[in-house]
Each structure stands twice: as structure tokens, then as C-alpha cells.
């Protein structure tokens, strides 16, 4: 399996709602990443986990809280979004083993609107 | 803030034309620069990983550069075809830790 799914596919919230994004990948990979993706941007990195431990965080709102229960899943809980916060949220995993240790296994992203 | 710029933003060119793009990024703290294809509807995919100064990668009739000491590498497409229509985005990875920083990207498109 070399793919990483994301679920779901879209989503519409209100701004007092709380949802979760869930992720996961069955490669092995050790790093597991969340980017937020605006129209006409690059993807913005929000969170990286690493050995499940949480490494990086881009100094994201606690609104989005992320979640890393395992090696092979990745959630991003959200709670008390604001209509800014509508984007494509995408997941992404790398082996942190190898030459090519860092390099970006992309999901499908979800496709976020908070009304 | 990691600076990693890509030009052009966007560029039309005609079926069987070879293009080029850039990307520049920081000389200091370099651990590796990848290129990412992607493509409309679907995820970004890597094109290639390159962590060596004077790095040279080739995947078909793309070709990629790398130059660490000043912060630059070129995406080269020979022959465009349709099907390589897509935005180019390429990420800059900082030694030390984890953090990639990815431009703002090159939308391409091939004209038949």
C-alpha cells in the first residue's frame, strides 16, 4: 500500500461545530505531517509528528488540535473554526530512513469550509 | 520566515516546446530540495529528491538542477506534452529538523 488516505473528502462546519480530519498511511513511515493549502498559496506547514512524538508546531491556533495515536494515523481535531480557517487541509507522511528520507507523501487533502 | 521562491508563477507554452523554471531558496542550513508535480484533483507527487551541490536528476523528458551554494535549481521539461500540465512546486527542507518550506509553485501549461 503507497498511498495515504485522508477522510473525508470535503467538509462544511459552523463555527461552533466540532469535527475531526483523519489521515493514514500503511507504508511505515515514521513522520506524518499537516499543511494548510489556500487558493493561489503554497502549503503552509502546521504540524509535524515524528516517532508519534509531536515536533513541530508553526505556532497554529489551539483551534486545531492535532493527534497522532499511532504510527500509521494522524487526526486533526477542530473546534471553534473561523470562516478564515476555510482551505484544503492536506496529510503527508516521509520514511525518515533513506536518501530520500524527507520526501513528501501527499493525500488527497480535505477540502474544508467553515460557515 | 524560510524564503523559497519559483518563477515563473505561470506560463502557457505550445505542445513540443522545452521549458524551464526556477527555484531559489536560503544557501545557509541545506538539507535537500525536492520537486513536486501536481496535477489537478489530485495529490502533489515527487519528482525528485536532491541533496548534493551540483546535483543533476532526470525522470524522462524532465531534468532537474541543483546549485546549494546559491540557492538555486531549474526544472527542465523537453518536448512538452499536454499531460505534463500541472503546477511544479518545489520544497526546501532546513538541516537540523523537519521543516520543509514549499514555493509558491509554477502553473504550467501545455497548449496543443
Redesign the interface.
Same mark, same amino acid.
Given at each position: 500500500d503507497t498511498e495515504?488516505t485522508q477522510t473525508p473528502k470535503h467538509l462544511v462546519m459552523g463555527m461552533t461545530n466540532k469535527k475531526s480530519l483523519k489521515c493514514e498511511q500503511h507504508m511505515g513511515h515514521r513522520?506524518m505531517?499537516w499543511y494548510k493549502q489556500k487558493a493561489?498559496?503554497?502549503? +503552509?506547514?502546521m504540524f509535524?509528528y $515524528?516517532y508519534e512524538k509531536l $515536533?513541530?508546531n508553526e505556532s497554529v491556533p489551539s483551534r486545531f488540535s492535532p493527534e497522532c495515536p499511532n504510527s500509521s494515523l494522524l487526526n486533526l481535531h477542530l473546534h471553534a473554526l473561523q470562516p478564515e480557517d476555510s482551505a484544503l487541509y492536506?496529510c503527508a507522511s $516521509?520514511p525518515l530512513t533513506g536518501?530520500?528520507s524527507? +520526501?513528501?507523501?501527499?493525500?488527497?487533502?480535505t477540502r474544508l469550509t467553515v460557515t | 520566515i524560510l524564503n523559497?521562491e519559483q518563477s515563473p508563477q505561470s506560463l502557457h507554452v505550445q505542445e513540443g516546446d522545452s521549458t524551464n523554471f526556477t527555484c531559489s531558496f536560503p544557501s545557509s542550513n541545506f538539507?535537500?530540495l525536492?520537486w513536486?508535480r501536481w496535477e489537478t484533483a489530485?495529490?502533489?507527487?515527487?519528482l525528485f529528491?536532491m541533496?548534493l551541490n551540483g546535483d543533476e536528476k532526470k525522470k524522462g523528458r524532465i531534468s532537474a538542477t541543483l546549485n546549494t551554494k546559491e540557492g538555486y535549481s531549474y526544472l527542465y521539461i523537453k518536448g512538452s506534452q499536454p499531460e505534463d500540465s500541472a503546477t511544479y512546486?518545489c520544497?526546501f527542507?532546513s538541516g537540523g529538523?523537519?521543516?520543509?518550506?514549499?514555493?509558491?509553485?509554477t502553473k504550467l501549461q501545455v497548449i496543443p
Open positions: 495515504v513522520a505531517y493561489k498559496k503554497p502549503p +503552509e506547514l509535524v $515524528s $515536533s513541530i492536506l $516521509s536518501g530520500r524527507y +520526501e513528501q507523501y501527499f493525500g488527497p487533502g | 523559497v538539507y535537500a525536492h513536486y489530485k495529490s502533489p507527487e515527487a529528491v541533496t512546486l520544497a527542507i529538523y523537519q521543516k520543509v518550506t514549499f514555493g509558491i509553485g
